[in-house]
Every structure is written in structure tokens, then in C-alpha cells.
């Protein structure tokens, strides 16, 4: 007899942020580099989720929203519920090197604005997903 298994949908949206010097917003939470999301809310449009994270998360404003990048998909289980999470993936830009705040109450330990050596080498030890949204963003299919 085949087990019925089902997923909740989250749908979320990020963003790959550089700034004026080349550099990318990356964030250091539960462990590991990721880059800056979160989910939608109610009544909200995705590229309007994609800003209000990227803000939220690493305390910043002046956000210039670009083109999509992509959608990554990946399942988790938090508490006994398994979820299937979509997120929507925009190429965005600021002026000069803004300040980060890390939202410490969403678990982010750190924010920062790396070089592209330092964010390949981060690279090396972060999610398929995020690793796919690189690949995007350079227009290549490796790291």
C-alpha cells in the first residue's frame, strides 16, 4: 500500500546583490554562507518580497531591483512538517558599499559584502540551490 506523504508550499524570494566595488551580499546563518531571502506574505508581490528580505535581513535600503535570475526548489522538515520551498531569485544592485545589520531574531550570525574570491570559496560550502543561483548570475554552468 502506497503511504500518502504530503508537502506544505512556501514560496519565498531573494536576491544576489552587488554593489558598486563588485562585490555580493552573502549571509552567515545556521552554519553556512547563503544569500539573502524570505518568504512571501500575504497579498505581497514577488519582486516586492525579494527587496523587503533582502532589506530586512542585512539592514539595508536603496535597493535597485534587476532582472529574475531564477526559482530553486528544495524540501525540509521543521517540526514533524514537511515542506517544498520555491524561491524566486532577482538580480539586484546598490550604490556604493552600504553598512550591514545582520536580523539576528531570523538566526542570521553575520553579513557581509564579499570579493568574488571570498564568495567562491564560500561557495564551496553552501546549499545546491544557492550554488545554482551563482551559476545563474554568472551566466555560466560552473563555479
Known sequence: ????????????????VENSFGEVLWIH??????????KLESGEAIDECAVREVEEECGIGGIALGSKLCETVHRYE??????????HWFRM?????????????????????????AWREA??????TIQEVMRTALGTKSV
Open 78 to 87: 521543521m517540526k514533524g512538517v514537511a515542506y517544498v520551498k520555491t524561491t
Open 123 to 128: 561557495a564551496k560550502d553552501t546549499y545546491a
Open 1 to 16: 500500500m502506497a503511504q500518502k506523504y504530503s508537502e506544505q508550499p512556501v514560496t519565498a524570494a531573494g536576491g544576489w
Open 29 to 38: 546563518r545556521l552554519g553556512q554562507w547563503d544569500l539573502p531571502k524570505g
Open 93 to 117: 544592485k546598490v550604490d556604493g558599499r552600504p553598512e550591514l545589520t545582520p536580523q539576528t531574531e531570523e538566526g542570521i550570525e553575520d553579513v557581509r559584502w564579499m570579493a568574488e574570491a
